[in-house]
């Protein structure tokens, strides 16, 4: 699938905006704060339904507007699949006396208004910027939503199951809550128990899947990475186990919520503690590297990929490797200083003011 243009309306700093990619490499080069990164948001946002940094998605409303609009066109197999996603405020003023009240957020495939669940996976992909460069010193969250990005792209059932695991998170600790502060039986959290054990289970066996793969995968040039899945198991015997400490808490102390990754360099050392800030780069350079290739695997077909602004982040050698990987799938790429994208070949430039 290839992304063939997007319009904007009120979307973050642009009021109506339309742009073309290239099925090869499209260039968006831009002088800070033109918007370069808040297109690459809108495609993210057309993959996974996702802001992959607002806070609260009502943020990527220009500020003038109450409503902004994002509709992309992705080609497959020669059909066509227009994707939109329409974000409020939660409520509209259409000149009567009070406001009306409407959903904050609209996602639609073909004209048709969809669950996240089926709206994401219709475009895919993988967006790599400067901020995914501590991934492996930042904290757990970030490792935890990194997987997640990337196996909900290409498996329904593991959006499914993040979605009622999150939900049923909620449910349980607030009823760890209530058993604490009112006293109430515990009978009820054996309901809560199953679900997260059961949709946890999935969720840690496709995080495995994953983490098994990309140890699979070549390294960088001459260095070789590794990943070690850091599983916080669930079962409802450890429930059990811990569930004293658990009503103590008010929160559920096991499960995927709490997992994370480490990365070790080939010598079995751990990267985040003895690797120099370059080779921490490069571990996520190569991890990027060995996402692309997992979505391809699964889906059979490689994700388009977003480079936000990376070349000045990292060095030739580097660079290269960025390079070259560019040439394997629809790509788009943005950029300050158009002198790191001279080598590119085949490419289509977009310049903001
Ligand atoms: N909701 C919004 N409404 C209007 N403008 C916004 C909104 N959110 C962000 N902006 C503006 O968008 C601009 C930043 O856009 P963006 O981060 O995409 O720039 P950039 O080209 O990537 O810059 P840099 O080269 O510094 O990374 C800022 O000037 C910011 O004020
Ligand atoms: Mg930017």
């Known amino acids: 699938m290839l992304i063939q243009k997007v319009r904007l309306n009120d979307f973050r700093n642009f009021k109506t905006k339309l742009f073309e990619f290239s099925p090869k490499t499209t260039v968006i080069i831009g002088p800070n704060a033109s918007g370069k990164t808040n297109i690459l948001e809108s495609l993210f946002l057309l993959s996974t339904g996702k802001s992959f940094h607002a806070r609260v998605e009502e943020e990527m409303v220009n500020y003038d507007a109450d409503l902004a609009r994002v509709k992309g066109r992705v080609k497959t197999d020669g059909a066509v699949v227009d994707l939109e996603t329409v974000l409020t405020r939660g409520f509209l003023d259409i000149g009567k006396s009070a406001?009306?009240?409407?959903?904050?957020?609209?996602?639609?495939?073909?004209g048709v208004g969809k669950r996240l669940i089926d709206f994401a996976?219709?475009?895919?992909?993988?967006?790599?910027?400067?901020?995914?460069?501590?991934?492996?010193?930042?904290?757990?969250?970030?490792?935890?939503?990194?997987?997640?990005?990337?196996i909900s792209q290409v498996d329904?059932?593991?959006?499914?199951?993040?979605?009622s695991y999150e939900k049923g998170l909620r449910q349980r600790n607030?009823?760890?809550?209530?058993?604490?502060?009112?006293?109430?039986?515990?009978?009820?959290?054996?309901?809560?128990?199953?679900?997260?054990v059961k949709n946890g289970d999935y969720i840690s066996l496709k995080r495995q899947e994953f983490i098994d793969f990309a140890n699979a995968t070549q390294g960088l040039n001459t260095q070789?990475?590794?990943?070690?899945?850091?599983?916080?198991?669930?079962?409802?015997?450890?429930?059990?186990?811990y569930t004293e400490e658990e009503v103590a808490a008010a929160t559920t102390l096991v499960g995927p919520h709490r997992?994370?990754?480490?990365?070790?360099?080939e010598k079995k050392r751990d990267l985040s503690r003895f690797g120099s800030r370059g080779e921490q780069r490069m571990g996520t350079l190569w991890l990027k590297?060995?996402?692309?290739?997992?979505?391809?695997?699964?889906?059979?077909?490689?994700?388009?990929?977003?480079?936000?602004d990376i070349f000045s982040e990292l060095d030739d050698a580097h660079r290269e490797v960025v390079m070259k990987t560019s040439n394997s799938q629809q790509t788009i790429i943005t950029t300050a200083d158009p002198h790191f994208t001279e080598k590119l070949k085949k490419l289509e430039k977009i310049s903001l003011p």
């Open 224 to 241: 070789k990475f590794e990943l070690e899945y850091d599983k916080s198991a669930i079962s409802e015997a450890r429930l059990e186990q």
């Open 156 to 163: 329904r059932e593991y959006r499914r199951a993040s979605l």
């Open 289 to 308: 590297i060995a996402e692309l290739e997992y979505i391809e695997h699964i889906s059979g077909e490689r994700p388009t990929l977003l480079l936000d």
């Open 259 to 265: 997992d994370d990754f480490c990365f070790f360099t």
């Open 99 to 110: 406001p009306e009240k409407i959903a904050k957020k609209r996602l639609l495939v073909n």
């Open 174 to 196: 607030r009823l760890l809550l209530r058993i604490r502060e009112e006293g109430i039986s515990r009978s009820q959290l054996l309901f809560w128990n199953k679900l997260l």
């Open 121 to 150: 996976g219709n475009f895919r992909v993988t967006l790599f910027g400067p901020w995914d460069l501590d991934l492996v010193t930042e904290s757990p969250t970030l490792r935890r939503r990194f997987m997640d990005t990337v």
